[in-house]
Antibody, heavy 120, light 108 residues
Framework: EVQLVESGGGLVKPGGSLRLSCAAS????????MNWVRQAPGKGLEWVSS????????YYADSVKGRFTISRDNAKNSLYLQMNSLRAEDTAVYYC?????????????WGQGTLVTVSS | SSELTQDPAVSVALGQTVRITCQGDSLRSYYASWYQQKPGQAPVLVIY???NRPSGIPDRFSGSSSGNTASLTITGAQAEDEADYYCNSRDSSGNLEVFGGGTKLTVL
């Protein structure tokens, strides 16, 4: 069974930094692309970033490009999101999600999320 | 990039059938996946691909697609189906992911 456990969320001031982690188990982590998806309070889901299994391909949403950095450590079965220059609008629950990509589609398995609050 | 458009809210009488739709140009090239999210919980995959249900998802959930529109159908909606539903696919480039704005389903 896929298990994804996020950590590292909390309260941070605007302009500050935070590093999220996601511990994966129950599947062959090194074979899967991984993603971060966020959800602002009372709002919908927003894809943030993805990283391929070997870190060769990395993509970001325009809203976080240049401020957030996704990375992974396959030896530790872990995914990370370094978030810099945080803004109030980055306040959200951040979900770690493993991605299954096939031909003409994809889908995610999700962690339970970690809350990031950006406020002075 | 591309967008996926969903109706913000839909209601259905208990035991009746409801269809939730998702429109976007990328759906001409990529299948949608559908997620159910209840308050305070993480999303749960209910449909992916042409019409595939993960194990544990009731067979009253089904999916279909035509042109730029993907649909999630619940046949015989139950009270426990009341939730937010999100569609998701790759964008037209195939590199990025995009989510619809979500549909709040109310079971009357």
């Amino acid at each position: 069974e896929v298990q994804l456990v996020e950590s590292g969320g909390g309260l941070v001031k605007p302009g500050g930094s935070l590093r999220l982690s996601c511990a994966a188990s129950g599947f062959t982590f090194s074979s899967y692309s991984m993603n971060w998806v966020r959800q602002a309070p009372g709002k919908g889901l927003e894809w943030v970033s993805s990283i391929s299994s070997s870190s060769s391909y990395i993509y970001y949403a325009d809203s976080v490009k240049g401020r957030f950095t996704i990375s992974r450590d396959n030896a530790k079965n872990s995914l990370y999101l370094q978030m810099n220059s945080l803004r109030a609008e980055d306040t959200a629950v951040y979900y770690c999600a493993s991605g299954v990509y096939y031909g003409s589609g994809s889908y995610f398995d999700w962690g339970q999320g970690t809350l990031v609050t950006v406020s002075s | 990039s591309s967008e996926l458009t969903q109706d913000p809210a839909v209601s259905v009488a208990l035991g009746q059938t409801v269809r939730i739709t998702c429109q976007g140009d990328s759906l001409r090239s990529y299948y949608a996946s559908w997620y159910q999210q209840k308050p305070g919980q993480a999303p749960v995959l209910v449909i992916y691909g042409k019409n595939n249900r993960p194990s544990g998802i009731p067979d009253r959930f089904s999916g279909s697609s035509s042109g730029n529109t993907a649909s999630l159908t619940i046949t015989g909606a139950q009270a426990e189906d009341e939730a937010d539903y999100y569609c998701n696919s790759r964008d037209s480039s195939g590199n990025l992911e995009v989510f619809g704005g979500g549909t709040k389903l109310t079971v009357l």
